[in-house]
């Protein structure tokens, strides 16, 4: 297979992005203040949302973000929905989509119009547990540690190229709250700094793997 070599983000230490929830966007909170309190070289110009009940637009509207709505029901087909939602994305001049609790898959039009500038965020260590139910299936499954993956969204379910992660262990007595609650520390950690890797240019997509280079920390 030919080795693709990219390097992502502008380096010039300020990017354009959008956030795309689905819920509650707790994730989204964080980045926002991380943003405010300059940790991170961004500007999130749009905040995307498939349900306009969605609390996460409610944040954005307090962070002074502008918010967009694309309800599937909308549209008459999955394609052309994910091309509404392209044409915004491209209309705010992004160059990187942040999923933040964005509970559909990003159809191929979608992932060819952004490649290797989508980013999600898994509360599991993938490639185990991948799907909607990630924190549920690992503690069924028994594992002692679980985690956070932030990776790069390709065509299929929670794939694509892993740009960090980090372990959570699992303790005697979690429940899916516990578990989640820990989780969701490591996620607000962790998210920021991929989305600042990026917009330091500092993410070298190297076939699957992603290399990050050195930079001030
Ligand atoms: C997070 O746990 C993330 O891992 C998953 O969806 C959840 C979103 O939570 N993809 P929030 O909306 O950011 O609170």
């Known amino acids: 297979m030919e080795r693709e070599m990219a390097i992502t983000g502008r380096g010039e230490g300020y990017v354009r992005i959008a956030v795309l929830a689905s819920g509650s966007g707790t994730n989204l909170e964080r980045l926002a203040r991380a943003v405010e309190d300059g940790e991170?070289?961004?500007?999130?110009a749009l905040v995307v949302s498939d349900n306009h009940d969605a609390y996460a637009?409610?944040?954005?509207?307090?962070?002074?973000?502008?918010?967009?709505?694309?309800?599937?029901e909308d549209y008459p087909d999955r394609p052309s929905f994910d091309r509404a939602i392209v044409k915004a994305l491209k209309e705010a001049r992004v160059s990187l989509v942040v999923l933040a609790g964005y509970m559909k898959l990003v159809g191929p039009e979608f992932v060819s119009a952004f490649r290797g500038r989508i980013m999600n965020i898994h509360p599991a260590l993938l490639p185990s547990f991948p799907?909607?139910?990630?924190?549920e299936d690992a503690l069924e499954h028994g594992v002692k540690v679980s985690g956070v993956t932030v990776h790069f969204v390709d065509e299929g379910l929670d794939t694509g190229p892993i740009i960090a992660q980090e372990a959570v262990p699992v303790l005697e007595g979690d429940d899916k709250e516990s578990l989640l609650s820990r989780i969701h520390e490591a996620e607000y950690r962790l998210y920021p700094r991929a989305v600042r890797l990026f917009a330091e240019g500092r993410l070298l997509l190297e076939g699957r793997r992603v290399r990050v280079l050195p930079g001030a920390d």
Not at 40 to 44: D, F, G, Q, T, W
Not at 131 to 135: A, D, L, R
């Open 40 to 44: 991170v070289p961004v500007e999130i």
């Open 131 to 135: 799907g909607e139910h990630g924190v």
């Open 57 to 72: 637009l409610q944040r954005a509207r307090d962070h002074r973000i502008p918010t967009a709505v694309f309800e599937l």
